[in-house]
């Protein structure tokens, strides 16, 4: 219900690092399928150390009810805000998500 915390992993295939491209507060998000709401990066997400898996938290407003939470779209719902997520050699990191309703979707 409304106050309460959901914890979210994006596991990648790969370890990547997370990096902030200016200074400013707005943390990469998850977008979700509950009208307007998204799930934060939480900061204890290891900024410039590799891991294969970054950390949200998605804050449950009121009247946003859902009977699967998912993400919007595989391709377009982790939002960067600034912020750019590389592999280990420096690349860009790939940013889709598993298709909504697979095994290893939010939903399923």
Same mark, same amino acid.
């Given at each position: 219900?409304p106050?309460?915390? +959901?914890? +979210? ?9 997370i990096?902030? #491209?200016?200074? *400013?507060?707005?943390l990469?998000?998850?977008?979700? *399928?509950?009208?307007? &709401? !998204? &799930?934060?990066?939480?900061?204890? #997400? ?9 950390c949200?938290? !998605? ?10 939470l998912? !993400?919007?779209?595989s391709?377009?719902?982790l939002v960067? *805000?600034?912020y750019? +997520?590389e592999?280990a050699?420096?690349?860009?990191? *790939?940013?889709?998500?598993p &298709?909504?309703?697979?095994g290893?979707?939010?939903? &399923?």
């Amino acid at each position: 219900g409304p106050g309460d915390v +959901i914890h +979210i992993d994006v596991i990648f295939d790969q370890e990547v690092a997370i990096f902030p #491209s200016v200074d *400013n507060d707005t943390l990469p998000r998850l977008m979700l *399928n509950a009208a307007g &709401a !998204y &799930a934060e990066l939480v900061d204890e #997400s290891p900024h410039g150390l590799l891991s294969s898996k970054l950390c949200f938290e !998605y804050l449950v407003q009121e009247g946003h009810s859902q009977l699967e939470l998912d !993400y919007l779209s595989s391709e377009t719902s982790l939002v960067l *805000n600034d912020y750019t +997520i590389e592999d280990a050699f420096g690349r860009n990191a *790939n940013l889709v998500l598993p &298709a909504l309703g697979l095994g290893s979707s939010l939903s &399923a």
